[in-house]
């Protein structure tokens, strides 16, 4: 006796799927497993710029590794599949739904952020936003022109952590290190740490004699032509460490020394913005980076350094009245951060913005490791030179 006899029925009654049908759940599939890799485990990102010259060049693609600093799970988790921040084609039409907002989380890693670890992370400065201009820091914007012609001028929105755009940078200091610059050598604890040998910095190179071939210096890359001479036979170029020890040996090379800006030269738009510290890109600090459970004093003198993780990172409403700061509503003589914060620096020191000009990076900004190279292009090179072979599968250091 069959006793499973209303499963035959069942079965007859069924219908094939369509191809139509096949090929819409192969590509609902297709993108519900791209996006939990992309979320939970690796995603491709190409440098777009300079600023890590000539560690990572522009053209060079990237995985970037979920696992080690452990996952972030999303905080916007509404969005359009494959694109970040706004839809394809346009420059303003949100790519996400900020109506639900999940607060800020994290899976297991397999190791904490070191120094010198290359990292992904969301631009801190980049949850308010200038539409039409959207390549500068709305925050540069207002220090410049002031908060109403800003907004008067442009359409300003904001945008959630996880939607903010992504940069790459080299963590130089980690949370607890105090780092300050003196003469474009950067100081962890009051240790030096000088520049890795593929970082960039201006130098002043002086020669014997300009009677020499030119292309000898081809492979340095060094354009003597769009660098106008500043003595006698004496350019300032943009160099590596390890291009500068092979200039010394040039027959034609008098000497080669780093030039960075000199102290008390105060430049515009370097952290924290405050005008009793004339710092600038080659000189600052010292500074502490906040550490989660850490606790600092609130005068004066910290809230210039402070008051944005405080206030902006962290969410706390801090006013000041009579000279007295209040955090939340109640007079606050110091204050408790409840995350970690990162210092993070571009390679190319003097073509970087970076943690010199908006501060810390927020332990929930952080994105992941770059990993590897899987591709890069030289935009300059034709037909197979176009790839650079050599840099194809290159770990990331």
């Not at 040039?250 to 105060?266: A, I, Q, R």
């Not at 913005?353 to 929930?364: K, Q």
């Amino acid at each position: 006796m069959n006793y499973k006899f209303w499963q035959k029925k069942k079965d007859a009654t069924k219908k094939k799927k369509t191809k139509t049908r096949e090929w819409v759940d192969a590509i609902v599939f297709a993108v519900v497993a791209a996006t939990i890799i992309r979320v939970f485990f690796i995603e491709a990102y190409t440098i777009p710029s300079g600023s890590m010259e000539r560690s990572l060049l522009i053209g060079d693609f990237l995985f970037v590794s979920k696992v080690n600093y452990g996952a972030r799970i999303p905080m916007t988790p509404v969005a359009f599949p494959f694109a970040h921040h706004t839809m394809p084609l346009t420059i303003s039409t949100k790519a996400y739904w900020d109506g639900v907002q999940w607060k800020y989380r994290r899976l297991p890693g397999l190791s904490d952020i070191k120094r010198n670890d290359v990292v992904v992370f969301n631009f801190p400065e980049g949850d308010t936003v200038a539409v039409e201009k959207q390549d500068a820091s709305y925050y540069d914007l207002v220090r410049m022109s002031g908060r109403e012609q800003v907004r008067n001028t442009y359409t300003i929105i904001d945008r959630p952590v996880d939607k903010r755009e992504n940069y790459i940078k080299r963590c130089i200091g980690i949370s607890g290190d105090v780092v300050s610059m003196s003469a474009g050598v950067v100081s962890i604890n009051g240790k030096p740490e000088p520049i890795k040998s593929t970082g960039m910095m201006p130098y002043r190179i002086e020669f014997k004699t300009m009677d020499f071939n030119y292309s000898a210096l081809d492979e340095y890359k060094l354009d003597l032509g769009s660098s106008p001479a500043i003595a006698a036979n004496t350019y300032i170029v943009n160099a590596s460490p390890e291009i500068v020890a092979k200039l010394k040996t040039l027959d034609f090379v008098k000497s080669v020394v780093m030039n960075p800006d000199p102290v008390g030269e105060e430049a515009g738009g370097i952290f924290p913005h405050d005008p009793k510290r004339p710092w600038n890109r080659d000189n600052f600090g010292p500074i502490k980076i906040p550490a989660k459970g850490w606790t600092v004093k609130i005068d004066s003198n910290t809230m210039p350094l402070y008051y944005r993780a405080i206030r902006t990172y962290e969410g706390n409403k801090v006013e000041q009245k009579g000279g007295v700061w209040y955090i939340n509503d109640k007079v606050a003589t110091s204050y408790t951060f409840k995350m970690n914060y990162y210092w993070m620096m571009g390679d190319n020191r003097h073509n970087s913005a970076d943690s010199r000009y908006w501060g810390f990076v927020p332990e929930d900004h952080v994105v992941g490791k770059a990993l590897f190279i899987w591709m890069s292009f030289d935009s300059e090179g034709s037909f197979l030179h176009k790839i650079r072979w050599s840099r194809l599968f290159r770990g990331i250091h």
